[in-house]
């Protein structure tokens, strides 16, 4: 796998967020001097700012093949169609003066609401259509990214947080990325510059508009996993090395990311006409830590507390490690994941939309008063089942299915008080007994697994579910 370096565009927000947008042809010019050296590979999305636009400027002025440019479509939760996703790819190809994304990578905020899925099958078609290249994610997380490969659709790189702070990709994300042949994307490696001369002995800033967006994010993330005296204590070693091998505190940080399991690149942010970082930034690549240095900074991060959950978790559930500390930034609320109807004597019911619930008479879900009674689900999407055979992948789906369900009439996964599982082959037991261990850790309700002859020879696993708020 070659490493690189991604030239980040995410903080044309910041520089923007007065109101004022940078001039593109300034920028552009401004992004020429990168791809002069090198760097020619861009990252930005659609909330970037004026990012995708100064990208299509910079290809008018230097011409298309001056360099490659990767984007992000994040939609807000809710309800998808078809033409919904094709204006989205239409408006980034406009914005980016381009016939053809190189990248488009896409972002799921709830995993229970099955629309995701539904804009993942449809980008899939347009890049068949010639409108993408590749097709990427961005912060997923590695049950979900399995979810997806075992589904059939095709995913060229997943782009998570991943820095000397921040370690969960560490874990399964980067073996699942290397043996399906998934690339890595890493984003804060510098951790918004924390990692870098400027804050070696330095006070401790506290959380305010004096910091950048990017720093009052990874000040967050640098509350969660240590203090800031273990922060300095790192700093003053990486200051050690670097000073070793003629380099800065950012270049050691950002090579011993780029040389982890499955990273095939690290994105470091440029903010363009302000301040840039071309010449330092090429030592990252030459740069060759020793294995005792690697071992030596393993050691002092394998102290610190690991950041809750998988990639990608800090925007879905608390602590939502963000520069606002919440998700106020990026969404106003979360539609129901299914349509909710009001039935006979006093229920709800939810509908996933399945033929079946029709042809069989039955519901996803039916809530009265505050029990809940959740069908026997299977990993059906539409004609689909998703996660295809792979036990594990099959069991994510389906207890996304339920946890919808239950956000739809009002509840939550933490209500559940009994699951019922059932499995066609025995030999799967342990693969779909482990996710239903990591789904309700915590929560450990009621349950029984059994044998079964599951109607459809897709179908692996079958859960049924109730639960009291």
Known sequence: MTKSIITGLWQIADLERDGKTI??????????????????????ADHYGSAELIAGEFRKLFGKEAGTHFTKWVPKPGRLTKDLVKEAVTRALTRMQTERIDL??????????????????????LKEEGLIKELGLTNFDTAHLSVIVNSGIEIKSNQVCYS?????????????????????????????????????NAKEPKINKSLT??????????????????????????????????????????????????????????????????????????LKLSKKELTEIQKLISGFKPIPGDCGDEYRKPPYLTA???????????????????????????????????????SQAVRKGNRISISGTTATHGDQAMG??????????????????????GASIEDVTRTRIFIKNLDQWEAIARVHGQRFAGIQPANTMVRADLIGDEYLVEIEAEAEL
């Open 324 to 362: 606002s500390g919440d998700l106020s930034d990026h969404l106003e609320d979360f539609p129901s994941p299914y349509p909710v109807y009001h039935g006979s004597n006093g229920r709800f019911k939810a509908l996933s939309g399945t033929v079946w619930e029709d042809i069989a008479g039955f």
């Open 164 to 200: 000397l702070l921040d370690q969960r990709a560490s874990s399964q994300m980067g073996a699942f990325c290397e043996a399906n042949g998934i690339e890595l994307l890493a984003f804060g490696t510098l951790a918004g510059g924390f990692f870098s001369e400027r804050w070696l």
């Open 388 to 409: 295809g055979n792979d036990p594990a992948a099959q069991t994510h789906f389906v207890i996304d299915k339920i946890e919808g369900a239950l956000q739809s009439l």
């Open 213 to 286: 967006w990017s720093q009052m994010k990874y000040k967050r993330f640098m509350d969660t996993a240590t203090s800031w005296d273990n922060y300095q204590a790192l700093l003053q070693h990486l200051d050690q090395i670097a000073k070793k091998h003629e380099v800065s505190i950012a270049n050691v940080a950002s090579n011993y990311i780029l040389n982890q399991q499955g990273v095939s690149s690290v994105i470091i942010g440029a903010r363009l006409g302000r301040s840039e970082h071309i010449e330092d930034n090429k030592r990252i690549l030459n």
């Open 104 to 125: 488009m990578q896409f972002h799921a905020w709830n995993y229970a609401d099955p629309a995701w899925i539904d804009a993942l099958i449809w980008l899939q078609e």
């Open 23 to 44: 001039d593109p042809r300034y920028a552009a010019h401004a992004m020429k001097k990168y791809a002069d050296e090198g760097f020619n590979t861009f990252d930005m």
